[in-house]
């Protein structure tokens, strides 16, 4: 029997587990549609999946079990420093239509403050002096030039980072780059390029040496990058789509007119709650997510920040109760069948704090409501500063620097990064944040949690 796989109509940047995990199992039952990857730094997922093929097992975890389920969409990686053409080529061919992107919020080499493109980047400074890109936005030029000179129409760019507005924010940052490259380019990109926007979600941790072995063990076959996930997952896109990716709604994908509602739901219900859990955990001493709301006093302090201080800012989604979907949410974080590590979500804080806290407390304070709750994630996303490493935060030079002598100089440096902070939101908080950092830092998490229940 000859086996068909689907030919390739979407090349996606940034081919880690969270796209293999979410975005590939949609396509698995969508079928027809074969995706190329593109691993924008190291070659290690590539070779990891090329033994079998591109194949690799998906396993769905609960607290009671697992299943298992092989996916084969993905027809190969690019490994873009070792062949940066190479990609511009794959971008360009007439059959791919889609350039979906999972490169994490710092990939967009944008402020995230303001969203604007961040033209000091070292990337991006590489990317306007050659035609051979290294950043994910610089991909995007070159591979929509490179339509434009073929005399294609330009691939639909679809964003699938937790950011705000994500679709807006790739455009931006693409038409961007392109002035500073070819203004015709970028007037064509402004016209004619579509940049959807997507709310992605499913719980993704790194899968470990650990897990592969336990895979292998369970499935009977080598596989060198499984993905483990959660069963939930959730896909909202709107409808500016081009029509043939429409087909998505067919495997569930919901495509709707507005995404504020349920991009503002999941960032600031799920990933805030997920980065203020990953500080005052490590702080407490917890590893996964999992073990830190299995404690009473943390378990109640999220259910304080969602029903106090989140959900008054938010419009509700159609057919969403916001008390539901944080019910929901508690019984995700409690999986005790997924590792998520606290560490990894804490990484790269200084790109998600801003869509993740800041958004909300500017919104809470507005209404005249609190922000206890949430300045105290934000405080101790502070107190882990003079621990960073280069590799937990692009910032990481910039946030240790802030640490000063007393608590309030600190919070008063950490105020003054405009590349996270809006000056008003700053001078807005100052006290506030001033008077939880100083009693976190004095009196410990335990102490500060402890009001919550
Ligand atoms: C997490 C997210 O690592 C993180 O920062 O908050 O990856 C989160 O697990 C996903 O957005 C869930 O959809």
Redo the contacts with the bound molecule.
């Keep these: 029997m000859t086996e068909t796989r689907p030919p390739v109509r979407i090349v996606h940047l940034g081919l880690g587990a ?1 796209c293999r995990a979410h975005i590939c199992s949609y396509l698995q039952d969508l079928g027809g549609w074969g995706v190329l990857g593109v691993s924008l730094r190291s070659a290690s997922v590539r070779d990891a999946l090329a033994p079998r093929d591109f194949r690799y097992t998906a396993a769905a975890l609960s607290s009671d079990g697992l299943e298992l389920r092989q996916i084969d969409v993905v027809r190969g990686c690019l490994v873009a420093p070792e062949d940066p053409a190479a990609v511009i080529a794959a971008m360009a061919d007439p059959a791919v239509s889609l350039v979906s992107l999972t490169v994490t919020e710092k990939g967009y080499c944008h402020d995230p403050a303001t969203g604007i493109l961040n033209a000091d980047h070292p990337a991006i400074r590489h990317d306007l002096r050659n035609p051979l890109p290294r950043s994910a936005i610089g991909f995007l030029v070159r591979g929509l030039a490179a339509r434009r000179q073929a005399g294609l129409a330009p691939f639909t760019v679809l964003s699938c980072d ?1 950011l705000s507005d994500n679709g807006a924010l790739t455009r931006a940052v693409t038409v961007d780059l392109a002035r500073h490259i070819d203004p015709d380019l970028a007037d064509w990109i402004a016209a004619e390029g579509v940049f959807p926007s997507s709310m ?5 941790p790194a899968t470990t040496p650990a897990d592969i072995e336990r895979i292998a063990a369970l499935s009977s076959r080598t596989d060198a990058a499984p993905v483990l996930h959660e069963p939930f997952s959730q896909w909202v896109i709107t409808d500016d789509l081009a029509d043939d990716i429409a087909e998505l709604a067919t495997v569930g994908v919901q495509i709707v007119p507005q995404i504020a509602p349920f991009e503002h739901m999941k960032l600031r219900m ?2 805030g709650a ?2 203020a859990l990953a500080y005052l955990g490590l702080c407490a001493g917890f590893a996964t997510v999992a073990e830190a709301v299995a404690d009473k006093s943390m378990a109640a302090y999220l259910q304080h920040l969602w029903q106090h201080e989140v959900i008054p800012t938010l419009t509700a989604p159609p057919d969403t109760d916001l008390g539901v979907y944080a019910g929901t949410l508690m019984t995700r974080f409690a999986n005790t069948g997924i590792q998520h590590r606290l560490s ?2 804490a990484m790269d804080g200084s790109q ?1 704090i801003p869509q993740r806290l800041l958004a909300t407390v500017d919104d809470a304070l507005a209404q005249g409501g609190k922000a206890d709750a949430l300045l105290l994630g934000l405080a101790a996303w502070i107190a882990r500063f003079e621990t960073l490493q280069g590799s937990d935060d692009p910032m990481a030079n910039h946030l240790r620097a802030c640490v000063a002598d007393t608590p309030a100089q600190t919070v008063a440096n950490v105020l003054s990064l405009e590349t996270v902070f809006d000056p008003a939101l700053a001078a807005r908080i100052k006290t506030p944040l001033t008077e939880i950092y100083t009693a976190l830092h004095t009196t410990g998490v335990h102490r500060c949690l402890a009001k919550y229940g």
Excluded: G
């Design positions: 969270f937790n992605v979600d499913r719980i993704v799920l990933n997920h980065s990894q979500i998600k």
